[in-house]
């Protein structure tokens, strides 16, 4: 065993039988280094990865190759999921040399950690050769090697954050729709071409433009649909994998993870908030259910993903193996009469070799209660197969988008059981990753990681609080929520309106991390522009509004020509532009006539913030009228008149 072996992050544990003598990310490794004057070799993946598997399997597995990454270099392993800050530096380094990025990362470093050589997945031959080649260098061309390093690190640190002097007008943000629909694919839904990534937070952006009034509703609908309908979608069990190969959505690349699940859950749920549209119901809740079934933990959080790979019958562990049918497996399960109809219905026709197929839904379920029957039996029957690996670590911001996620499909769709999964999952975030006024940004099996929280881990778990307690009305949420914003003020603003992606007690990398563009998550800037808007509208702090505001200064150089990545940027900015609304509901709370007020203001798809209990600033001299509950829409704490009716309150609303 290597010294790994004591890690806490599964992906670290699966490495730690390699013959690599790998270290952990820490000052041993660079020490090491220095004392045997060799350069550091950084490898960087995550557990669901499957090119990390592949690289795995072929070379740090291998004696021979491992040997010669122990005689050259010294090898860390670093789990991009616990250590977000190290992955953004050195990926920022692997693009700007080689044009692009993706995991496993493969960086050669001094031992001050400069890199100088980057690329991603390396076939075992062309692994050993650079290795060699890369430790001749080292010995024969010092000079060149360190100013190579030097020079790289010269040109990534002195960038900084995009400039933005004020926050998106209505000009910009329709100005991001026409951007948006220059890439979008009128056929088969989504942005660009393969490979096709879910873009979660653009779609939330076009569902609150077209709860204002603007366009690109159709956009989101085509792409929702299609994503829905496709072999990405898991049409037995619900969730989504990672992102789909090909242009159409058929292929998908299949690791499942928390945060996608948890932001496609939520834009589900807002599609069918908006329009009603069945579907969107239909796999939102379908979404829940599998965070809940296949992510939960015994504590009460939601791990991070699920293995793209799984173990066939034959003992060989092959990508998707969990997932996919042939004819005669349907009508093995089925019977021959409905295994025929389960062939056409989900589109078994051969897509992979051996001639399996995902699952596909292209015209949707058809007959509703033999569909059900169908997949009912195929699931269960899937249970009998070999489960992909799952990574049971619970990450902070993740699981925050979880927690939005699941409060409000609880509240939308009558659902207790995932809000109450949502207050667990708060809980466990508030008494695990909660210490001494600071955020753990991952726990597992009930015990606190080491590394400190990131951006994204305060500003999605407080928007996730925001939700709960619009949902709960339990001002704990809020609380909890405000000394989250009150770290990111305090520790992560870079002194000119945005944030760094870490605090300003962190652990000092050759640059520290700053980037307010979305990848596959919120980013951090964004997310916290979202958050602080909708504390100041429950509490009235011009100081948080001040900073949200501030904070999505970046959106307008992006929306321009680069909205995809500035999904939640535009999507918080369509709150701004709202107000956002603060809707105070005044009643008990065990009164039928205060739950249906409140749950029409949560159904509203304009942008608004909810209060429904005690305890935060909003709710301070609302009172039922004539002993009725009443609702008050207000902007930035004024207030219109109170409404008693929930249809006056849906116009009050819906009137903005």
């Known amino acids: 065993m290597n010294r790994l072996k004591d890690a806490t992050s599964p992906y670290l544990l699966q490495h730690a039988g390699n013959p690599v003598h790998w270290f952990p990310w820490g000052d041993d490794a660079f020490e090491e280094a220095r004392r045997r004057d060799v350069p550091i070799l950084l490898s960087v993946g995550y557990s669901a990865c499957h090119w990390c598997h592949v690289m795995a399997h072929e070379s740090f597995e291998d004696e021979p190759t491992a040997g010669l990454m122990n ?45 100088f050589y980057c690329g991603t997945y390396f076939p075992r031959a062309q692994f050993r050769r650079l290795l060699q080649a890369i430790s001749q260098t080292w010995q024969e061309k010092r000079d060149d090697v360190l100013a190579q390093g030097q020079k790289v690190v010269g040109a990534l640190a002195g960038t900084t954050s995009l400039p933005g002097e004020a926050a998106p007008s209505a000009e910009v943000q329709a100005g991001a729709v026409r951007t948006l629909a220059q890439s979008f694919d009128q056929e088969r839904g989504g942005f660009g071409t393969a490979p096709k990534f879910p873009p979660s937070m653009a779609l939330e952006f076009l569902l ?28 037995l069990g619900g969730g989504f994998a990672r992102y789909s190969v090909d242009s159409g959505w058929v292929v998908p690349h299949f690791e499942k993870m928390l945060y996608d699940n948890a932001l496609l859950a939520r834009v589900y749920a807002h599609w069918w908030r908006l329009t009603g549209a069945p579907e969107a119901r239909r796999v939102a809740l379908e979404t829940c259910d599998w965070m809940l079934r296949d ?5 009460d959080g939601f791990a991070s993903a699920l293995d793209a790979d799984s173990e066939t019958p034959e003992g060989h562990h092959e990508e998707g193996a969990y997932y996919v049918w042939t004819p005669e497996q349907l009508a093995e399960v089925l019977g021959e009469e409905d295994g025929a109809w389960a062939a056409e219905r989900f589109e078994v026709t051969g897509t992979f070799e051996h001639g399996t197929s995902v699952l596909q839904l292209l015209g949707g379920p058809g007959d509703e209660a033999r569909y059900e029957r169908v997949r009912a039996a195929l699931l269960e029957a899937r249970t009998r197969r070999v489960p992909p690996g799952r990574d049971d670590k619970v990450v902070a911001a993740w699981n925050g988008l979880a927690i939005a996620a699941l409060a409000e499909c609880g509240a939308y769709f009558d659902r207790p059981d995932l809000t109450a999964a949502a207050v667990a999952a708060a809980g466990l975030l508030r008494t695990v990753h909660w210490r001494d006024g600071r955020l753990l940004r991952t726990s597992r099996e009930g015990a606190a990681g080491a590394n400190a929280g990131v951006l994204e881990d305060y500003a999605d778990l407080a928007e996730g609080l925001i939700a709960l307690y619009g949902v709960t009305g339990d001002a704990a949420h809020t609380d909890f929520a405000g000394e989250l914003l009150d770290v990111v003020l305090d520790r992560f603003a870079d002194g000119r309106g945005g944030f760094f992606d870490t605090a300003d007690d962190a652990e000092r990398l050759w640059k520290r991390p700053q980037d307010p563009t979305d990848n596959a998550t919120p980013s951090g800037q964004f997310a916290a522009a979202g958050a602080l808007l909708s504390y100041a509208a429950l509490t009235g702090s011009a100081r948080h509004r001040e900073a949200a505001v501030a904070a999505l200064g970046p959106v307008v150089p992006l929306a321009e020509r680069h909205a995809r990545f500035a999904g939640w940027g535009l999507a918080v900015a369509e709150a701004h532009l709202a107000g956002p609304l603060e809707v105070a509901v005044a009643g008990p709370a065990e009164d039928p006539r205060t739950r249906e007020l409140h749950r029409t203001a949560l159904l509203s798809p304009v942008p608004a913030v909810v209060a429904a209990g005690p305890g935060v600033p909003l709710m301070e001299g609302r009172v039922p009228v004539d002993g009725r509950p009443a609702a008050y829409v207000c902007r930035e ?5 109170p409404v008693t009716d929930p249809e006056a309150l849906k116009n009050e609303l819906t009137g903005h």
């Open 637 to 641: 704490f004024a207030c219109r008149l």
């Open 71 to 115: 005689d050259l270099f010294v090898s860390v392993k670093v789990d991009r999921e616990e250590r977000p800050d190290v992955d953004a530096v050195y990926m920022e380094a692997t693009q700007a040399m080689t044009g692009q990025g993706g995991w496993p990362m493969t960086v050669f470093m001094t031992p001050s950690g400069e890199p």
């Open 208 to 235: 609150r433009h077209a709860a204002r009034g603007g366009e690109g509703l159709a956009m989101a609908e085509r792409t929702l649909e299609a994503m829905a309908r496709g072999g990405m979608y898991d049409q």
């Open 295 to 299: 992510l939960r933990t015994a504590q």
